[in-house]
């Protein structure tokens, strides 16, 4: 079967196609037939192709600024030239997309239909720089033929198992009746982990304790139950909880208010400080990318440090604030960008949960970790390192719903 994934970003658009041939070992990835990428951050206007395929490696510079002639022209780079890998798009025989907000009408994977769309659309005031992206995807694909099938994967539809008492607001019940909720993101990464990390330590997902860290530009935490997500740190938006790359995460929400009022600002103001100049970025007034405060706060930079500093003690505190829902642990498990690339960002979360009897093993720390349990032999808690593998979670998703169609 073969299987187109698209992940619209707001300014990116990531695309693979993976041939599934049969359903065994549909846990371990295989590589993807093809891969590409536009990226509208690094040119100004225009966006930057890059495509993989056959061993060959291209880039475009697109002389255009919109998603769906960007799209098209990526899609032509899968049936021709030296990345071809089909003969005909229409060989495609389903196209899955990663959906930020699906609100909590969807619990899975489903066929999109004009009923589904029109709900993706109802989402934007809560998903502004996803959700529009999002159906320009689909609709790319209905222009180039109708009938080809296609699936939205939500990254909400995990945590809509989350009990109310951890899902809804203490402010006035109607607020909830509007639809003002804990929803939770990251879903597809921290299912997929939580999959994942069964496998690597064999034992049943359905008698696991799990705590899923997902550190990347975006960060969340999610407690998950014998497989089902039953608290996460993201929230109505994916401002909530963690400090993040650019984001503030969980603050006093009268800082807010405190703010319009002493300087008069807006809504948008306030976003843009709390989404785009807060978090590492804020703190460390270096980067929000936080190979850079690293590197500052070695080279003796204190905000760097104050930065590293507030960003670890609130993945503490959140991890902790997790354990009495789950009633014990019995591995934590890191992913993402900082979460399987960073030994001290793991060694300093994990040295403050030695009481837990957790203990990280060093050697296996600093060395090249992938898909292993890098605790000791006698840690009574494993501490995993999964890479994340979204586009694939999304492809499976989209075989298992094709498969249950036919
Ligand atoms: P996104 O949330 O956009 O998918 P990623 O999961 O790719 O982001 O994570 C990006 C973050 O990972 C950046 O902050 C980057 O600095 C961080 N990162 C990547 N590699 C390393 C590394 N070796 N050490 C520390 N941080 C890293």
């Known amino acids: 079967m073969k299987i187109l994934v ?72 899968i049936i ?5 890998v089909i003969k005909k798009l229409t060989d495609i025989n389903v196209v899955g997309h990663r959906v930020v907000h699906g609100g909590n009408k969807y619990s899975q994977a489903t066929i999109i239909t004009p009923e589904v769309k029109a709900v993706i659309k109802e989402l934007i005031p809560l998903a502004p720089n996803h959700n529009p992206s999002h159906l320009e995807s689909i609709e790319s694909i209905e222009k180039i033929n109708k009938e080809i099938p296609q699936v939205a994967v939500f990254d909400t539809a995990f ?56 550190l990347g530009n975006g960060c969340s935490i999610t407690a998950i139950k014998e ?4 608290n996460t740190s993201m929230g109505f938006t994916p401002l909530e909880g963690l400090m993040m790359g650019t984001r503030s995460g969980s603050i006093d929400p009268a800082i807010v208010t405190y703010l319009m009022r002493k300087y008069g600002y807006d809504g948008d103001t306030i976003d843009e400080i709390l989404n785009k100049k807060s978090g590492l970025l804020g703190i460390s007034e270096i980067s929000g990318d ?25 993945i503490q505190e959140v991890i902790s604030s997790m354990l009495p829902c789950l009633k014990g642990l019995d591995a934590l498990v890191f992913t993402a960008g900082v979460g399987e690339n960073s030994p001290i960002i793991r060694e300093k979360i994990c040295e403050k949960f030695d009481f837990l009897g957790l203990k990280l093993h060093h050697k296996k720390n600093s060395q090249f970790c992938q898909d292993t349990n890098i605790a000791t032999d006698n840690s009574s808690v494993k501490i995993l390192v999964v890479h994340t593998q979204e586009d694939w979670a999304i492809a499976k998703q989209c075989y298992n719903i094709m498969n249950s169609q036919s």
């Open 80 to 84: 021709d030239g030296k990345t071809k």
């Open 159 to 214: 945590h809509t198992t989350i009990p109310d008492y951890a899902k809804i607001y203490p402010i006035p019940y109607q607020y909830y009746e509007e639809g003002i909720q804990r929803y939770g993101f990251h879903g597809i990464s921290h299912e997929y982990v939580s999959q994942r990390t069964a496998e690597i330590i064999d034992r049943p997902l359905n008698s696991l304790k799990l705590i899923s860290c997902h």
């Open 6 to 77: 698209l992940n619209a970003g707001s300014s990116t658009q990531k695309s693979c196609l993976y041939d599934i041939i049969s359903p065994k070992n549909i846990n371990l990835p295989p590589s993807p037939l093809w891969e590409a990428t536009i990226d509208w951050t690094l040119n100004n206007r225009y966006g930057l192709l890059k495509v993989e395929a056959n061993g060959e490696k291209i880039t475009h510079d697109l002389s255009v600024d919109n998603r769906q002639t960007g799209i098209k022209t990526m899609l032509e780079t």
């Open 290 to 314: 936080l190979r850079g405060v690293l590197k500052a706060m070695e080279e003796g930079d204190i905000k760097a440090k104050l930065a590293v500093d507030i960003y670890i003690n609130r």
């Open 227 to 230: 497989g089902k997500s039953i």
